[in-house]
């Protein structure tokens, strides 16, 4: 993770002032190729889950930015289910015109792919991706009266008893389910999984002492270490976090090739116009780094990590490729 520097007031008002002219000719090139942006047909944030998540919390932040640099109307629809199904539906049924947008994260976006046998899209097929939002790194918590003090002695005890320790996840196919078999693959002995249905049940039953361990995204996991509710033993991040800059990361540890990473970007319909995704991607970069809705994030733990339509189309691809053959080789299927 990038550490975070202190910018001087004049480095500040300089950064300030090239966002805002980037902004202002993104926009502009933006209505001269969509001339309904300035119309009255809204522009639309599908979300595949419901209000109050992280999903969503992105998805309002754009709509509100993009809302007052647009001049027009800018809605969220929550219409969570079926695996995101349910959204990613609507969106399939809309015009590949640019006023439909997904919000969306790795499960929507990549793992479900491999995850179900019978899914009503394929993010490869029916997508055009147009940039990444955000990246959270992960935690790996025990409980507070774990005999684990480091990474290292939860790994010693998995290799002596194999299956006697368990680990919650957010879900079958989830990144803590992910991790839990790359770990288990990486030291030669199994583990019991105990799926959960999202972050915070697990996290609860982590607090209880009822699981052993859980690897879960920053945002959740952290303000419970922080508490001290629960300790963190590693971080699944290329560096060490500000918010725990004691917490050693996977990849300092020896582990760094069983990190999955929690993600999220936006997509729109196969088939809209290459302009219109461009410049799609130019406002809602400049959203992301809007120095309040980037601090939202980032003082989460997360990063901005924002790429071009084409960088992001293929670490998708990439991720569904990599992910969909670690769940075929474990047998991973939804329940």
Do not use: C
Not at 6 to 34: C, D, E, F, H, P
Not at 112 to 129: E, T
Not at 135 to 164: G, H, M, R
């Amino acid at each position: 993770m990038p550490t975070t520097t202190r910018l001087s007031s004049r480095r500040k008002a300089l950064q300030l002032g090239v966002a805002a002219i980037a902004m202002t000719s993104a926009l502009a090139s933006y209505a001269q190729l969509n001339p309904n942006a300035a119309g009255n047909k809204p522009i639309t944030l599908v979300v595949p889950y419901a209000a109050g998540g992280l999903t969503d919390q992105l998805a309002r932040e754009l709509s509100a930015y993009m809302a007052t640099a647009l001049k027009q109307s800018v809605i969220v629809e929550n219409r969570p289910g079926g695996a995101a199904q349910i959204a990613m539906n609507f969106l399939k049924s809309a015009p590949a015109d640019g006023h439909t947008v997904f919000i969306g994260d790795v499960p929507s976006l990549a793992t479900n792919v491999g995850l179900f046998a019978k899914l009503s899209y394929d993010p490869r097929k029916d997508l055009q991706a147009v940039t990444e939002l955000v990246v959270a790194p992960a935690l790996v918590v025990v409980p507070n009266k774990s005999p684990f003090k480091t990474f290292e002695d939860l790994v010693k005890s998995a290799k002596a008893k194999p299956n006697a320790l368990s680990y919650a996840s957010q879900g079958v196919g989830t990144g803590g389910h992910l991790f839990g078999t790359l770990l288990s693959n990486n030291i030669h002995s199994p583990m019991t999984h105990a799926a959960y249905r999202g972050s915070m049940p697990g996290l609860s039953d982590v607090i209880s002492g009822q699981v052993d361990f859980m690897y879960d995204a920053i945002p959740t996991s952290g303000p419970l270490v922080l508490s001290q509710k629960i300790r963190a033993l590693a971080i699944g991040s290329d560096k060490r976090s500000p918010l725990l800059p004691d917490v050693p990361t996977l990849k300092e540890l020896g582990y760094g090739s069983i990190v999955p990473t929690f993600w999220w970007g936006v997509a729109v319909k196969r088939g809209t116009p290459e302009a219109v995704v461009n410049k799609l991607h130019d406002v809602i970069d400049a959203a992301m780094h809007d120095p309040v809705i980037s601090k939202k994030f980032t003082s989460q733990g997360m990063q901005i990590v924002t790429n071009t339509p084409a960088q992001f189309g293929q670490y998708m691809d990439s991720e569904v490729t990599y992910w969909t053959k670690i769940m075929q080789d474990a047998g991973m299927q939804a329940e």
